[in-house]
Structures are given as C-alpha cells and as structure tokens.
C-alpha cells in the first residue's frame, strides 16, 4: 500500500470518527396545539387573541434543531383516545432507536391536557413533558386521576386563568418525576400568549427538549 493511500485511509478514519462524534443525537418534538385550531383554520383570528401562530412557533422549533412532529387535530377529539395515539408515536420512536430522554411532548392549553395524559398513560420516567397553559386548581377534583412522570416543566402566564402553579399535583404524583421546573409569565396576555411565538415560551421549552433542567 502506498504512503499516500495508508496516509489518506487514516485521515478519513480520523475525520470520520470526529464527523460521528460531532453529530448530535436527534431529539423529537411532539407539539399539541390548542383547541381553537380543532374548530377553526389556521388563518382564522381568535375573537379575543388574534392571529394564530402555528406555523411559526413549529418554525421555531425546528430552527432550533428539533425533529418536529404535529399535526391539526380533527374538531372535538378526545383527549384520552389522542394521548393514546401519542404514546404510539413515542414508541414507534423507541423502536426505531431513539432514546426515551430525547423525545419531549408538549402542548398548549388542550394539547398540554393531552399531554399531561400522555404522562400519565405512557409511565416513563425519561421521557420529557412541557405543559403550557393547562392546569387550573380544580384538575384536582375533576381530574384525580392525573399524575405526572417523567421531567416535567410547566409554563404559565399570571393574568391567565387557564393556567396556573401545578405544585400540588406534581406533590400529589406517584411516578418518578427526575426534574420539574414552572415558569409563570407575566406579560398581561392572558391565556393568549400560547398564540404567539414568543421566545420567552418556546425557548424554555427547547431547551427542555434538549435535556437542559438547569437553563
């Protein structure tokens, strides 16, 4: 073999080997969006938010350098039966060789219910929620059957009354929670800050996805 040929073998070892090492894992994104999207177009104005901005805070999310899955639900789905759905997907993910702590479900208002579901239906401990907008005192109550696992980070807005602390149900859980994080807003926008693809939501969430608890 001639000097140029062992030389350059080597070097395409050694640049391939850094190429494998460099290249990050794929990490999912699986987004449920709220229940306005389940009766209206994406081109339709909420009466009291405006515009919707789907497209663009998927965008986002995909600019960040997730592996994006969401979709338009049909109008009234049911919350528990579309969970099921979910925890499918997920799997089919683990199937296919992705690692449960790089796949996140988050979700807005209906869809953070349906994720909150998804948590407690799947029982995995490593994979990652982010529930925007969905827990309201009364859950409680009306929804004892709920407990959260895996790590969990709930956002909510201060003027929302859609959304507040999950404290108590994340106390009241019986799975494993490794991390759980909240974040209260407080930009006045009520529950219509989930509308928006505001960075002070979508960036928390990201590096969530991405397997930083600490940010």
Not at 34 to 41: G, I, M, T
Not at 102 to 128: C, E, F, M, P, R
Request: glycine residues 6%; proline residues 3%; contains cysteine.
């Amino acid at each position: 073999m001639s000097n140029f040929i062992k030389y350059g073998f080597l070097i395409f070892m050694v640049v391939s080997t850094l190429s494998c090492k460099q290249s990050p894992p794929d990490r999912y994104l699986i987004f449920l969006h709220s229940r306005f999207l389940e009766q209206n177009s994406i081109t339709d104005l909420h009466p009291e938010h405006g515009s919707v901005e789907y497209e663009k805070i998927l965008q986002k999310f995909r600019n960040s350098g997730l592996d994006v899955i969401s979709e338009i639900r049909e109008g009234n789905t049911n919350v528990e039966e579309y969970a099921v759905q979910v925890i499918d997907q997920v799997n089919q993910l683990i199937r296919q060789g992705t690692k449960p702590e790089h796949i996140t479900v988050a979700g807005t208002s209906k869809g953070g219910y349906i994720a909150q579901y998804v948590s407690n239906l799947a029982q995995n401990a490593d994979l990652n929620y982010v529930f925007i907008a969905c827990y309201r005192d009364q859950d409680m109550i009306e929804m004892p059957e709920l407990h959260y696992c895996g790590n969990i980070l709930t956002i909510y807005e201060k003027t929302d009354p859609y959304g507040v602390s999950a404290i108590e149900r994340y106390n009241t859980s019986t799975c494993t929670i490794k991390h759980f994080k909240e974040i209260e807003l407080d930009n006045g926008l009520g529950h219509g800050f989930i509308f928006k693809a505001l960075d002070e939501w979508i960036d928390p969430a990201i590096a969530w996805a991405k397997g930083d608890f600490d940010f």
